[in-house]
């Protein structure tokens, strides 16, 4: 009696594990993040210039540039299998920071600020060598709410980190994610 259940047990973690394989080989070109790159192996994400203070309201931030690119740039590395290159990418990620924006958003009994919130807008360029029915020019943003007792400074770490997390992640998906 003992063999026996021995050996259904060993069947079915057999089955088990043969239908945990079909079920990820049904998976397609797709990995657990969403991307489709298609046939495209690298990509290339160019310097976002920062023009927010071109736009009225807008304030300049200094390296906001430097760390918004750098924040896409891993992002694409960290959630698909493309190189990244400085030149001639399958893919091509290029556009500029268009706001830089803090602005009061409640207000206590004595019509202070009780919050204030800060607004990044990024326009994005997308172009796939690869499949290029799917380029696009696209404005994105999202904000962070803080205390209006704080300074901009004093959060502005964990401010662009939720921002770019986001704004990163709707890119990722408007460019990559074939849902």
Not at 77 to 85: E, P
Request: proline letters at 2%; glycine letters at 6%; charged letters at 20%.
């Amino acid at each position: 009696m003992s063999w026996k259940l021995i050996n259904s047990s060993t069947y079915v973690s057999r089955l088990i594990g043969l239908l945990m394989t079909l079920m990820l080989a049904s998976c397609g070109i797709y990995n657990f993040t969403g991307g489709d790159v298609g046939t495209a192996q690298t990509y290339q994400v160019n310097y976002f210039q920062n023009y927010a203070s071109q736009s009225p309201g807008s304030t300049f931030d200094p390296g906001l540039d430097r760390e918004y690119t750098l924040s896409l740039q891993d992002l694409i590395l960290n959630q698909t299998s493309l190189d990244l290159v400085t030149d001639n990418g399958d893919i091509l990620y290029e556009g500029e920071i268009v706001e830089y924006r803090v602005s009061p958003m409640t207000a206590t009994a004595e019509q202070r600020a009780a919050q204030n919130r800060l607004t990044i807008g990024i326009n994005v360029r997308f172009f796939n060598r690869t499949k290029e029915d799917v380029d696009f020019e696209q404005r994105f943003s999202f904000f962070y709410d803080y205390d209006a007792n704080s300074q901009l400074s004093s959060v502005r770490d964990e401010a662009h980190q939720v921002i770019f997390e986001r704004i990163n992640q709707d890119i990722f998906n408007r460019s990559l994610a074939d849902w």
